[in-house]
């Protein structure tokens, strides 16, 4: 009984730190953070492009749930959803991030209209395609 009252303790303590954690994570900015990061998760309009449109139209139900969720989280500016976006090698503005397993999402920050433009959401087949057709 000593011995499971000790792990209960132990995990209580760790909860209680992964929770601070988490809420000091959704917080954009504290102390610490300068200008520049601050500006970096601020909120942003979600444009689509016509492509993305459709293609959100076409996507699985629960990809499509998935995409409308991540926007949101992208948008509002919570770092832990910008953590899972990568910089296409190929241009400066455009990003990726995964939906689901099979899709991807490619988009762009406008920082001076404070937009966050959705290009195209592609099977990751179309990705190296689709990527050389953007107009950059």
């Not at 929770?19 to 300068?34: L, N, V, Y």
Request: proline letters at 4%; charged letters at 30%.
């Amino acid at each position: 009984n000593e011995e499971r009252a000790g792990l209960r303790r132990s995990l209580k303590q760790q909860a209680t730190r992964a929770e601070s954690s988490a809420q000091q994570a959704f917080t954009p900015r504290d102390e610490g953070t300068s200008e520049t990061e601050f500006k970096r998760y601020q909120p942003l309009e979600p444009i689509f492009s016509k492509p993305a449109q459709q293609q959100l139209r076409d996507l699985p139900q629960a990809t499509a749930r998935q995409a409308l969720c991540l926007l949101g989280e992208l948008a509002a500016g919570v770092a832990p959803a910008w953590s899972k976006c990568k910089r296409l090698r190929q241009t400066d503005d455009v990003f990726s991030t995964r939906l689901g397993r099979d899709y991807r999402m490619l988009f762009r920050v406008e920082e001076k209209e404070s937009q966050l433009r959705i290009e195209q959401m592609v099977h990751r087949s179309e990705l190296e395609r689709t990527i050389k057709g953007l107009k950059f």
